[in-house]
Each structure stands twice: as C-alpha cells, then as structure tokens.
C-alpha cells in the first residue's frame, strides 16, 4: 500500500523552528518528486515546497524562502521540511505529497501534521 | 504569480444534481490544471489532471473541461459522498497556486 506518514509538528514559539519528516511506503520513492502543501484552519489550501526526483531542483513559496528548506534522502525513503524563523501566519496543517503519476498533480497526501506558532 | 479564481465559493444541491465548478486562472496555463476533492478532517484527494484527465478510479460523473484561462470541474448526479470542498490548481510555473475552494453543501 502507498503510504506517507508526516511527522514533527507541534507548538513552537515564534522565531522559532521545526523539522518536519515524512516517511514514504510502498513506492519506489526516487522516482517521485515529492512536495509540502498547508492549510491554516479554516482556509484553503497552499502549496509550500517542491522538489524534483534527484533534489537537484527546489521551489519555495515567496513567503517561505529563506526560512524553509525541503530536503529528501533516499536511503530512508524520506522527504523533510526544515522550518526556520516561524511566524504565526505559518499555523496550518502541512501536508507531504507525491506527484509524477499525473503530470503535476500531486497524487498521494499523508495525513498531515498539525504546526502551531505561538506570538 | 498565477492567481487561481474559483466560483462559487459554495454551492447548495441535492443528491442527483449537475453541479458545475468554475476556475479562471490570471494568465494563461494551457491545460495544467488539477482538481482535487477535500472531505472535512481529510486530506485532499486527485480527481482529475492535466484539465481534462479522470484520475484511476475516479467515478465518471466526474469530469473537467477547459484550455488556457478558463475550466471547469463537472459533477453529473451528486451522491452524498460528494459533499466536500473542491479546488483548481495550476502546476505552470512556480508557485503552484490552489483555487480559494468551491464548498459543495446539501440542500
């Protein structure tokens, strides 16, 4: 079964940080680029972060560059999104997500995991 | 930034109605263009790709239409498992960008 598990979330205070860990099952992970969408509470939905099969090509969200770095490895069939310098308007749901199967839709979402910033 | 403009922001219909969802991009975006279906507490889910496509396994009274600036997301006879918020987003140039989302609610 293709799975992906998010992990990493909680309360931070602002100016804060988080690493934020997704582990993938059930695909041949290296053959997907992967990417992070949120959701604050309430609102629709905003896609973050991708990056491609190899690492090798990363895009961010104006609002987010320079404080977020998407990362994958491999070995450990694994995406991450280290979060630095948080603010309250980061609050949301981050969802992890698979695309490759359908052009450049995302395809499989995990469950997500909950990112509180306290002001 | 390609904003992403859907309408209406909620619709109300009863089980075996034709609901239609609009989405206008600000620039053109050919047919890179994916909907996808949210439940509450879920996390969203790919009905439909590159504008037109049917996802595997997807009922077929789902179906999208559109090229360019303009598209939309058709519902032939609503099931109650259809109630949820449905969005567009465009995968032309970075930053994808998502739909604001059409909540589908039961008359």
């Known amino acids: 079964e293709v799975q992906l598990v998010e992990s990493g979330g909680g309360l931070v205070q602002s100016g804060g940080s988080l690493r934020l860990s997704c582990v993938t099952s059930g695909f041949t992970f290296n053959n997907y680029w992967m990417g992070w969408v949120r959701q604050s509470p309430g609102k629709g939905l905003e896609w973050v972060a991708y990056?491609?099969?190899?690492?090798?090509?990363?895009y961010y969200l104006d609002s987010v560059k320079g404080r977020f770095t998407i990362s994958r490895d491999t070995a450990k069939n694994s995406l991450y999104l280290q979060m630095n310098s948080l603010r309250a308007e980061d609050t949301a749901m981050y969802y992890c997500a698979r695309g490759g199967s359908y052009l450049d839709a995302l395809d499989i979402w995990g469950q997500g995991t909950m990112v509180t910033v306290s002001s | 930034d390609i904003q992403m403009t859907q309408s209406p922001s909620s619709v109300s219909a009863s089980v075996g109605d034709r609901v239609t969802i609009t989405c206008r991009a600000s620039?053109?975006?050919?047919?890179?263009l994916a909907w996808y279906q949210q439940r509450p507490g879920k996390a969203p889910n790919l009905l439909i790709y590159a504008a037109s496509s049917l996802r595997s396994g997807v009922p077929s009274r789902f179906s999208g239409s559109g090229s360019g600036t303009d598209f939309t997301l058709t519902i032939r006879s609503l099931q109650p498992e259809d109630f949820a918020t449905y969005y567009c987003q465009q995968g032309k140039s970075f930053p994808w960008t998502f739909g604001q989302g059409t909540k589908v609610e039961i008359k």
């Open positions: 620039q053109g975006i050919s047919a890179y």
């Open positions: 990056i491609n099969q190899d690492g090798s090509g990363r």
